[in-house]
């Protein structure tokens, strides 16, 4: 048992399943209180290790876990179960973070390694904490591809809804937005967004590279779509599992200026079809999909002003 104050422990399961299956596995753990998960690619398996807070029931945990695994068609898998204590996990994960060039033109990379650029290119510095986005993950990395080809960019008014580590806020004050609100529900996501935007923005240059208006300061604050409600935004960055974009999408809708974007990523290529249904009941229409894998990231505008722009 963990002791208040000293080391604390946590269950851990470990077992192989086929790459096609991860994302499913992943989720599901997830979905039964899992707070860390660990993919490794080993002879064509990719061996999961998933972490429970000790109080989390693991006969329950197991159970539902093989029951999905045979529903997956997966069989014979052998769960090795143990406890363990506590790491380093930030220290564990800065091992494992390089630069990683995202788009063509845009390269995240660690607060201690310098990458140098051309001209046009962007690299963005990010300290890692336990917030998501270090440029790694396709969801990220789709929706800076898709933030580079919005004809609006530049001078747009930008929410950037579950901001993680500020990359998105940051990349959108560094490729000409006028405003930049970023938002989380998780505290320490806000913190680790606000270190990167000082990071990033407190001694680059203060104009924007196209000659226009002062850079802009990402304004971060803890919350959700909520905390916007009013406001309008030119461009909307959604980097949000499906299933909490979905009861958005209204919301997300009224905050859009009248040819404002919307840029949804986290979805999984197999969301597709059900997204965009969605989008359809909201008052929203796909204009354009990215794919990386088994991700996609879609734009969307009011469909009044997407069909209009059809038409
Ligand atoms: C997948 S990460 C995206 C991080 C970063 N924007 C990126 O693209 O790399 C999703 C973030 O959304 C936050 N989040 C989850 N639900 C949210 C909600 N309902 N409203 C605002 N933020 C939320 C999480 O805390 C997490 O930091």
């Known amino acids: 048992m963990p002791v208040a104050g000293l080391t604390r422990t946590w269950h851990r399961l470990r077992f192989a399943v086929p790459r096609q299956a991860v994302e499913e596995i992943s989720n599901l753990c997830f979905e039964q209180g899992s ?4 993919t490794r690619e080993d002879a064509g398996l990719s061996q999961l290790t998933a972490w429970f807070p000790v109080e989390a029931n693991m006969a329950e945990v ?6 999905q695994l045979i529903a997956e068609g997966i069989d014979g ?8 204590e506590e790491r380093d996990w930030i220290r564990e994960w800065r091992r494992f973070f390089k630069p990683v ?9 660690p607060s201690w390694t310098r990458v140098d650029t051309n001209p046009g290119e962007i690299a963005i510095a990010i300290e890692p904490e336990m917030a998501f986005g270090t440029g790694g993950h396709e969801s990220t990395q789709l929706v800076l591809e898709a933030m580079e080809a919005v004809p609006s960019m530049v001078g747009s008014a930008c929410l950037d809804l579950g901001t993680g580590s500020g990359v998105l806020a940051i990349a959108a004050a560094l490729m000409g937005a006028r405003a930049v609100v970023a938002v989380d529900i998780d505290q320490i996501a806000v913190e680790n967004a606000e270190r990167n935007i000082e990071l990033n923005l407190r001694s680059s240059p203060p104009s924007l590279p196209h000659g226009g208006e002062r850079r802009p300061w990402p304004q971060v604050m803890r919350g959700s779509v909520e905390i916007v409600a009013g406001q ?3 461009l909307i960055l959604a980097n949000l599992e499906s299933q909490i974009l979905r009861p958005m999408l209204t919301q997300l809708g009224e905050l859009l200026s009248a040819d404002g974007v919307v840029i949804f990523s986290g979805l999984l290529a197999r969301e597709r079809s059900g997204f965009r249904q969605s989008l359809r009941e909201a008052g929203l229409t796909e204009s354009e999909v990215y794919a990386k894998g088994d991700w996609i990231c879609c734009a969307a505008g009011r469909t009044s002003t997407v069909q209009a722009g059809r038409g």
């Open 62 to 67: 197991r159970h539902r876990l093989a029951a």
């Open 35 to 38: 707070c860390g998960l660990e």
């Open 232 to 234: 309008r935004f030119d």
């Open 101 to 109: 060039w995202a788009t063509p033109r845009i390269v995240v990379h």
């Open 77 to 84: 898998i052998a769960i090795e179960a143990g406890l363990e």
